[in-house]
């Protein structure tokens, strides 16, 4: 029988103050003189809203509690009804460990075991863990069920000796598949569209120095005014410029500088962060599939996000980068190398099978219902933009351009391939997305066809993967033929599957 | 594409104009009201255009629900074997559904009053991320098909 770490009390109080500030300070010093009823008496709720955490805060530490046995961990928790809850070692997806700042102050780190499981016991989380007993649990977790009573016996031991031992281990077997260089983080900075706060910041800048531009049409004429205030204009520009790239380089270095990718032979790692640190690890068998993303800005810069698509649910609460990507800013041939080298069992292939003319046909005959719909709404309505009183159709215009123009990129970017177990594909227009799988982790499949798709002998495939929610991949509009070996290779899943008896 | 072997009951498209025309009677009188609130609370003008909107497509949809059936029943096959579960179907846009038997999680059976004036049943099988209805299928084709799924969606994959 464990109690959590004692500090975790204060770390939840800390966590309670940082939520709950906006709200006092809106309550208390803004609107303190107010007697709006809904004010005066959010006051009261207030203070015993904020009370009542704290006694459960104190509380709770005294009543929740976690052990483990054999190969499950026992949760116990709960100031008034009591819920236990047992997770075998065997669910557990992947762990993540979380050091933020408030962690660094003490020297001690969070830890989290995802699982797979529906509900709310779906994952373990250790808010507040000393750094030797969080090396001790990953390593509880992570051992074959063979060294089990090894490890009982080890558990009298020290665990400082079992963090050495522990941490040597993952020096020797540990690969380092990417870190980025300062070059790449330059890059980054600069494709994350951190820049783009400039925009606000000049209008700001701008409003603020306005009455301070000559005021003067009457004794200066109007071209003076313009060419001087036209300056201001350029240096106020290159100011914000430079602020906006460095609050984008300080941005980006602190979320991605200090990343490291590695695996084992079982295991993805990924490390990351300088100020809040996370380390991430997932086992290799759990990863369902991949996935490379590459939004506008990105394709021009040649980069791409490679994200791990696994069964666990994603516990994004306090991360500000989703723990299943590898690296938003990866050049596209190191994706693919890094892919490859992480999960040798994909093969990446370049060379695809492209979509004939038909399926262009067909995409830009294909009515848009959406832009059907908002034309509708514009023409009843007639908004003016801008004071200009044609807005509308030039609204119902621009949409009708982006439509098609993101129909006519999902054309050149759709590619696809099967080959013996694998199958991969790129689609979508401003953002494309390649998907790669394998045959055993598809869980389903379908193919739909349209009326209109039926006149170009046109189908449109989907998959289903596991993840939460579940995965559901679609390429429209490739040929019939090619559903049909689809189909047909989909049908010939159990030569990769291999089957036991469900007890 | 070779076809699916089985078929729905043939009593299936009976029942399904049925059950339509009940669930299409009662939006008719869902609308009336609509339009009465309307008409007595002096709704604006575009409510009125979407509730006549609304006329139209229920008129549509009415009328295609007296001929949907008939071609949907025609449309649909599926097939069972040990490996896997087919489902084909569909009027306007075809499915062609393929679930390994290893995916399904649950298969179950139901029968509303209609489905027992005409002694069917359809059948829910629950998979991992979806669930596919075969809509009506004759009393004991159904409770044996039922059993025949839970029997083979026994077997489990390795590494899950």
Known sequence: MMRYHPLIILYRIYQLIKNGLILGILLFVVKRDSDFWLLEYGRYVFIVGVLLRVIYIVGSWFVETYEWEERTFQIKKGLF????????????????????????????????????????????????????????????????????????KKEQDQHEEEVNEAENKVETDHVIHFEPTNQDLLKASFTSLSFLAIIPIVTGMYDFIEPLLPDSDQYQGVLYQIINSRWLIIMLSIIAVVIAI???????????????????????????????????????????????????????FGLAEVKLISSASPQSEDYAVSVNSLYPFLPIKRAYQLMEALLPDYHVEESMNRLTKTSLYMKLIKPSWFWIVVTAGLFYFKPTIFQIDAAWWLLSLLLLLIVIANRILDYLHTKYLISDDQLQWWHGGLTSRMFITKRRRVIEMSYSQSILQRI????????????TPTRIETINDVPLDFAQTFQHWYLQRQKDTSYQENG | MNELEHRLSSKFPKARIISETISNIIGFIVLAVLFWLGYYFDWPAWANWILIGLLLIAVVGTIWSFIEPHYLYRSWRYQIDIEYLQLRYGVLTKEWVTVPMSKIQSVSTSQGPIMRAYQM????????????????????????????????????????
Request: charged residues 25%.
């Open chain 2, 121 to 160: 049943r359809s059948i829910k099988v629950e998979t991992m991320g979806s669930s596919h209805v075969i809509p009506a299928l004759e009393e004991q084709v159904a409770l044996e098909l039922r059993a025949r799924i839970a029997e083979l969606a026994k077997l489990k994959e390795v590494d899950e």
């Open chain 1, 246 to 300: 460095i609050i984008g380089i300080v941005r980006t270095f602190s979320r991605y500088g200090k990343y490291r990718i590695s695996s084992s032979a079982t295991h993805i790692y990924i490390e990351r962060g300088l100020l809040d640190e996370t380390h991430f690890a997932i086992e290799k068998q759990r990863i369902q599939g991949l996935e490379i993303e590459q939004k506008l800005l990105k394709r021009i």
């Open chain 1, 81 to 152: 009804v009591k819920h236990t809850s047992t997770i075998p070692f065997s669910k557990i997806q992947n762990v993540t460990r979380h050091t933020t700042l408030f962690h660094k102050l003490f020297g001690l780190t969070s830890l989290t075991f995802e699982t797979a499981m529906d509900g709310d016991d779906d994952a373990i989380t250790f808010q507040v863990v000393s750094k030797q007993h969080a090396a001790f649990l990953l390593e509880l977790v992570n051992v074959e069920e063979s060294q089990v009573p090894k490890l009982e």
């Open chain 1, 456 to 467: 170009f002998k046109l189908v449109s495939i989907s998959t289903m993967n596991r993840s």
